[in-house]
């Protein structure tokens, strides 16, 4: 692997990660101040799944990554 590519896929996982652990207490507090549910370990399961998506999405744009970059060339 590329010491370049091995960089920028090191970044992205920080900032993955980050995104993963912000976005888990915000919609833990949202939950907390919204509902009268306990948080319990199956609602943090819930709230890890629903943040998985939108953490990588939230990296993808932020990374700016030219979706059909591939797609472009391929037709030249």
């Known amino acids: 692997m590329k010491k370049r590519t091995r960089k920028r896929l090191e970044v992205f996982f920080e900032f993955l990660i980050f995104g993963l652990a912000l976005g888990i207490a915000e919609d833990l507090i949202a939950i907390w101040f919204a509902t009268d549910a306990k948080i319990t370990w199956h609602v943090f399961a819930v709230v890890f799944l629903v943040t998985i998506p939108f953490a ?3 990296e993808l744009v932020v ?3 030219k979706w059909f970059k ?7």
């Open 63 to 65: 990374d700016k990554i």
């Open 70 to 76: 591939w797609l472009v060339n391929r037709k030249k």
């Open 56 to 58: 990588i999405l939230g």
